[in-house]
């Protein structure tokens, strides 16, 4: 098995959680929410209806991801030639290109949500992911 610093992908974890409440929050929580579609009530009652196991899933789907992502990361630094934040941010905007920026997409063409949506979402796992990918290969 690939030895994988685990404090660095729980850290990785923990600032995706931190980055989505800035992101979503005093950054650009009323332009997403406006994107949305929904009214301030709206938006009220969905904090109130099960919002910590939300939190909960998401905060366990950021651990898989960085778990994944330090395990491209390890893997790319064998084929890339260079190793530290470089490979952090190459590898993160690999990841976001190759996967998350063609599957979000399809809430734009398919489910009728504006481009604005997209670019926040897809936005914050860009940053995300950039993040996470310094963060595991600096700490790998």
Do not use: D
Not at 15 to 44: D, T
């Amino acid at each position: 098995m690939i030895p994988v610093n685990f404090w660095a992908v729980l850290v990785s974890a923990i600032l995706s959680m931190v980055i989505g409440y800035l992101w979503y929050g005093p950054l650009l929580g009323k332009q997403w929410v406006a994107s949305m579609g929904w009214s301030e009530a709206q938006v009220q009652e969905r904090m109130k209806s099960g919002s910590m196991w939300s939190y909960l899933w998401m905060f366990i789907g950021a651990f898989i991801m960085a778990f994944v992502l330090a395990h491209a990361i390890i893997f790319a630094e064998s084929f890339l030639g260079f190793g530290g934040w470089q490979a952090g941010v190459a590898i993160g905007f690999a990841n976001w290109v190759g996967f998350v920026a063609p599957s979000s997409i399809s809430g734009v063409l398919f489910e009728g949500k504006p481009w604005k949506w997209w670019f926040i979402a897809a936005g914050f796992w860009l940053v995300t992911l950039v993040v996470m990918g310094i963060v595991l290969a600096v700490w790998l």
